[in-house]
């Protein structure tokens, strides 16, 4: 293994394995799994988003994701360039760029909310710590989150510390620190959700929130709950934005991608099931609003925490490894661009800063729409759900039909049966990735179109 400075690195290397499963797994899990995925599932009523999301999961994410990693390791980490060279001679070369401009500009847009929805988890790890959160009815609970959400000053406030975090984990190297930061720290806030859900189990409805999860309202399966669900599987996955194809170029020869990709799927879709169960039987034990919205798991946890022996610890330690989890995430977000525009070197420290800074000022656009712009409306949403509709229930799917089909059908030359170990695995990814996937996200764009 090569040394491990950093991402001005010209061609650096994971240093093993194991550390680029981790930092893959960094990228996948984060406010995806514990934020957006119960929120997601309450909004669209349960059980026929949830096991949508996990069909798109198995038979689009996965392919796609060992797609983008291949990608990365035959491209290399500047994603617009790369898909234009492995597109040269082929037919729409010159859109092939456009393909790798369009994903990275999509996760500058990701960026920007998630970076203000990690500082509502930052606020609440503070606010935990300093016994902020406790005796806490669920009325209360929910003024609780009224009152952060009215104080724009505050969440800006916030919004810039995680911001600044961001930049500072990747101007001090991107892998040094999230090999680090991925090994100790995931597994620790997995323990912690697996001991939320068997309390709330306890303490909650555990029997409605899995009928609630897991048995599907076949007339609930709108075409926006399957566009929803269709997003949702590549935004927890971190596909469709160019992350993965950055992350794919540092992976050793040496390692199998398809086997990887296969856990970082795995662990992602345990983290986001046990958000799940960690979260609904407070919803239906005390009586909240499954379809709360973006607030539902900082209006339902603080009910736990207040509840349970040694709460405030718990809970400052939960949002902070929440915290945590975003931050691994988010500088993925930055990658791509920071890569197709900064190349290596100085000009990319430079480069992460401006884009660091737009995603903070267009951020202030999603801090404002819960306050002094609660009343502006784009195409019937606040200006949040706007940003958050259009980058992950439309840019990401779009991206990521863009990868499946490149893969397929552009690059599929250069990714060689000897990626995959055997034929038959090769054979059965490029069936899903020319054929199944497409096909799949066409039938939801369509559906929805009509
Ligand atoms: N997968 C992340 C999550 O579930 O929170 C979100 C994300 C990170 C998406 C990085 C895309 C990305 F490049
Ligand atoms: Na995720």
């Not at 349960?46 to 035959?74: D, K, M, N, Q, S």
């Not at 600044?164 to 620790?188: Q, T």
């Not at 039909?401 to 049966?417: E, I, P």
């Amino acid at each position: 293994a090569r040394t491990q400075t950093g991402a001005a690195d010209a061609a650096p290397e994971w240093s093993s394995r194991a550390a680029f499963i981790a930092a893959a797994v960094g990228s996948a899990v984060g406010l995806g799994n514990i934020w957006k995925f119960p929120y997601m599932a309450g909004v669209s009523g349960g059980g026929a988003f949830v096991l949508t999301y996990l069909g798109f999961v198995a038979l689009v994410g996965v392919p796609v994701l060992i797609a983008e990693l291949l990608l990365g390791r035959h491209g290399g980490p500047s994603i617009v360039q790369a898909l234009g060279r492995m597109a040269a001679g082929a037919r729409g070369g010159r859109l092939w760029n456009g393909l790798g401009w369009f994903v990275a500009l999509t996760a500058l847009g990701v960026l920007s909310f998630y970076s203000v929805v990690a500082g509502w988890a930052l606020a609440y790890a503070a606010k935990a710590a300093v016994g902020g959160l406790s005796a806490l009815t669920p009325q209360a609970s929910t003024r609780t989150f009224d009152a952060l959400l009215a104080d724009p000053a505050q969440m800006i406030a916030w919004h810039t510390l995680v911001m600044g975090a961001v930049v500072a984990i990747v101007a001090r190297g991107v892998k040094g620190g999230i090999e680090r930061a991925v090994r100790w720290l995931m597994p620790l806030l997995t323990a912690l959700l697996v001991v939320l859900a068997v309390y709330a189990g306890g303490v909650g409805d555990f029997a409605r929130a899995v009928e609630f999860l897991f048995r599907p309202d076949v007339s609930a399966l709108t075409p926006e709950v399957a566009m929803a669900a269709a997003g949702h599987a590549f935004f927890t996955l971190s596909l469709g934005l160019g992350a993965m194809m950055v992350y794919g170029a540092y992976v050793p020869k040496s390692v199998s991608i398809p086997r990887a990709a296969v856990w970082v799927a795995a662990a992602d879709t345990v983290c986001a099931l046990l958000a799940g169960l960690a979260i609904f039987p407070l919803v239906f034990g005390f009586g909240l609003d499954p379809a709360a919205g973006p607030g539902l798991i900082f209006v339902t946890l603080p009910v736990a925490f207040a509840a349970m022996p040694g709460g405030a610890v718990v809970g400052a330690l939960f949002f902070l490894l929440i915290v945590v989890a975003a931050l691994t995430s988010a500088v993925a977000l930055i990658e791509p661009l920071a890569a197709a525009l900064g190349g290596a070197g100085e000009r990319r420290r430079v480069w992460t800063l401006r884009l660091a800074a737009g995603a903070w000022a267009l951020g202030l656009a999603s801090v404002f729409s819960f306050n002094l712009w609660s009343d502006v409306r784009l195409f019937g949403q606040t200006v949040f759900d706007f940003i958050a509709h259009v980058t992950g229930d439309l840019a990401l799917p779009l991206g990521g039909l863009g990868f499946a089909v490149f893969a397929g059908w552009v690059a599929g030359r250069s990714l060689t049966a000897a990626d995959f170990g055997s034929p038959r695995v090769h054979a059965a990814w490029l069936l899903l990735v020319r054929f199944v996937a497409p096909t799949v996200l066409a039938l939801v764009f369509l559906d929805l179109l009509v």
